[in-house]
């Protein structure tokens, strides 16, 4: 069931996002308590998600150097470097740029993981390196945000309220995470608890979109026009990505495999962790969330692009 799901997923979050949309127009009254239900799932859903990350065997990840390399140098300086030269060029509203940046700069954590089994790629190398990655982004974030938005946009939105929101949606499940991980290692039951968090992840982010489709339907109207300009920004960049896998795959000579991992950690990015952030943003500024779950949505089918595509991109002949 599990491994359907994340085959299917894309169209399951196209589903619950339409799902949304219409009762967010049929019936406005219902998205009050909609809303408050949103941070219960997103607790949960940061939860279940953590605990399939191996937090506990850091160490593991630190081993194949050259592919660690590649794969923080491009999540972490490259891409950075692009977006940033990207957003000098390209003149988007604040809140839409915001959005683009939030979504764009940080690696995904997850579905990585997926798409790397289903196309080929290493699953183990992938998951030794989630908690590297997760780790890093998290320090890494505030300080492109100050650079890229500027220290006026930072202190608008470093609030008590997102101080909380990340204490309590980000930090709070990636400590329960770590513990429940810890108590899985030496007790049968809480291995069995892990496993059957793996099959939470992908229903609880389909209640999630479709709760911020239902309440953000307005928003989503008066951006129709700009989401089409993202969605060029946001199909550029998946390409770029490949390519840039390809590059640094050839560049630190990984094998066939290493380099398509590095292809989808490129391409898929950890829209599940900002969005807590964006929800805590000034009024002014939630059109950045219905960038972000509109990223998301067309990552997912570039994923399925991304499948077909890589045989021929990163052929098994090209390292061996």
Request: hydrophobic letters at 60%.
């Amino acid at each position: 069931m599990r491994d359907w799901m994340e085959r299917q997923q894309s169209w399951i979050y196209l589903i619950f996002i339409l799902a949304g949309l219409a009762v967010g127009l049929s019936q406005p009254d219902t998205t009050s308590w909609l809303e408050a239900i949103l941070w219960p799932l997103l607790g949960g859903l940061l939860y279940a998600t953590f605990t399939q990350v191996p937090l506990t065997r850091i160490g593991q990840g630190l081993k194949d150097w050259r592919f660690l390399a590649a794969l923080l140098l491009g999540n972490f300086v490259v891409i950075p470097l692009v977006l940033g030269g990207m957003m000098t060029f390209i003149p988007l509203p604040p809140v839409v740029q915001a959005g683009v940046l939030l979504v764009l700069l940080v690696p995904c954590t997850d579905w990585c993981i997926s798409f790397t089994h289903l196309g080929k790629g290493d699953a183990g190398r992938a998951i030794a390196a989630t908690p590297v990655l997760l780790l890093v982004q998290l320090l890494a974030l505030p300080v492109y945000l100050w650079l890229f938005l500027g220290v006026e946009w930072f202190q608008t939105v470093l609030s008590s309220h997102l101080l909380g929101a990340f204490a309590g949606l980000i930090i709070t499940p990636l400590a329960l995470a770590w513990v429940t991980e810890r108590l899985a290692e030496r007790h049968l039951n809480a291995r069995r608890w892990v496993h059957g968090l793996g099959m939470l992840p992908v229903p609880l982010l389909a209640l999630v979109v479709f709760v911020i489709a239902a309440s953000q339907v307005t928003t989503v109207a008066g951006l129709s026009g700009v989401l089409l300009q993202v969605l060029l920004i946001f199909v550029v960049y998946l390409i770029f990505a490949a390519f840039l896998g390809k590059t640094l795959g050839r560049l630190f000579q990984l094998p066939t495999r290493s380099a398509r991992t590095l292809t989808f950690s490129f391409g898929t990015r950890n829209s599940f962790v900002v969005l807590p952030i964006a929800l805590t943003l000034p009024e002014a500024w939630q059109a950045a969330v219905v960038v972000i779950v509109f990223q998301s949505l067309v990552e997912l089918f570039g994923m399925v692009v991304y499948l077909r595509w890589m045989g021929k991109l990163i052929p098994e002949l090209s390292h061996t």
